[in-house]
């Protein structure tokens, strides 16, 4: 079935450091969508990209679709401590539903 | 305008016991999803339903089943309960092909 790897699984930045995450799926994807759950809480809808090679912005956030549609990525600029949680990416290959990577914990030091 | 809904918010069961969990969907959605979230990891996809049918399946044993009523609310039932059942529990909804909407979850936990 498909699968969907997500590195790294953690990353520790000092605050207004950069965060980047990566997505990469065993099948081309439909679409993928990213996701942030914070501790103790559920996932939250974040974007979800389409088209091959798109870039989608939003604030700090800048978010990837490659070209070949199996893989992704999310940048963070001048992280803030809100940011803190886990971020998933979430493909959706058409018959299997969404098939979530393990998601990246992102952990800030003031 | 509500949310999705989960009840309960917290179940303990011992192994070989059955549990039903319950959800409703934000308003206006008519697809329900669920997932099982172990400690640590992504959500793993069961089953979705729309239009009260089982529409696609995740790797999950028969164990599982759910339903879907008229009003778009929906039930996760797991049989035969095993200790490695123990996981956070989410519902989601959506529009056909639209992004997930979760809850709160229920967190299940097996003795």
């Known amino acids: 079935g498909q699968q969907v790897m997500q590195i790294p699984q953690y990353q520790h930045v000092q605050e207004g450091e950069d965060f980047t995450t990566y997505c990469n799926s065993s099948?081309?994807?439909?679409?993928i969508q990213w996701y942030k759950q914070r501790p103790g809480g559920h996932p939250v809808f974040l974007i979800q990209?389409?088209?091959?090679?798109e870039v989608k912005k939003q604030k700090r956030l800048t978010f990837q679709f490659g070209e070949a549609k199996k893989n992704s990525s999310l940048h963070i600029t001048a992280t803030q401590t809100t940011d803190v949680g886990t971020y998933f990416c979430?493909?959706?290959?058409?018959?299997?539903?969404?098939?979530f990577g393990k998601g990246t914990h992102l952990i800030i030091q003031p | 305008d509500a949310g999705v809904t989960q009840s309960p918010t917290h179940l303990i069961k011992t192994r070989g016991q059955q549990v039903t969990l319950r959800c409703s969907p934000k308003?206006?959605?008519?697809?329900v999803s669920w997932y099982q979230q172990a400690l640590g990891q992504g959500p793993q996809f069961i089953f979705q339903?729309?239009?009260?049918?089982?529409?696609q399946r995740g790797n999950f044993p028969d164990r599982f089943s759910g339903h879907q009523f008229p009003n778009y609310s929906s039930e996760l039932n797991v049989n035969a309960l095993l200790l490695g059942d123990s996981a956070l529990y989410l519902c989601?909804?959506?529009?056909?092909?639209?992004?997930?909407?979760f809850g709160d979850g229920t967190r299940l936990s097996i003795l």
């Open positions: 990209l389409v088209k091959s090679g």
């Open positions: 099948t081309t994807l439909s679409n």
């Open positions: 339903y729309y239009e009260e049918e089982e529409r």
């Open positions: 979430a493909g959706d290959g058409g018959a299997d539903g969404l098939t």
């Open positions: 989601a909804s959506s529009l056909v092909a639209g992004p997930e909407h």
């Open positions: 308003s206006g959605h008519d697809t």
